[in-house]
Nanobody, 126 residues
């Protein structure tokens, strides 16, 4: 069973930075089409795609709202994916989830992600 555990959330002022981590266990990532994504859900809003990265190709994809401010990366040896968030805005406040898409298809679609973490809260104060 795959388990994903997020960490690194917290309270930060506008313009500040946070680094989220997503630790994966229970799966071998040596050869696959896995894509790990970050999604977020703000109060009263639908969950939305933030960023994704492929384990084998290292390709990164971003939502327009975070492009240029957020950077997704991964450490294959540690089975961990990171989301570096800079120049944070009030509207980035949300619960952030990491998720695993084992087929690597349609990476912005939540339905393609079979495994999800419990989420970590990010609060940006204005």
């Amino acid at each position: 069973q795959v388990q994903l555990v997020e960490s690194g959330g917290g309270l930060v002022q506008t313009g500040g930075s946070l680094r989220l981590s997503c630790a994966a266990s229970g799966r071998t990532f040596s050869f696959n089409r896995d894509v790990t994504g970050w999604f977020r859900q703000a109060p009263g809003k639908d969950r939305e795609f933030v960023a994704a990265i492929g384990w084998s190709a290292g390709s990164a994809y971003y939502a327009d709202s975070v492009k240029g401010r957020f950077t997704i990366s991964r450490d294959n040896a540690e089975g961990t994916v990171f989301l570096q968030m800079n120049s944070l805005k009030f509207e980035d406040t949300a619960v952030y989830f990491c998720a695993l898409n084992p087929r690597g298809m349609n990476i912005v679609a939540q339905g393609e992600y079979d495994y999800w973490g419990q989420g970590t809260q990010v609060t940006v104060s204005s």
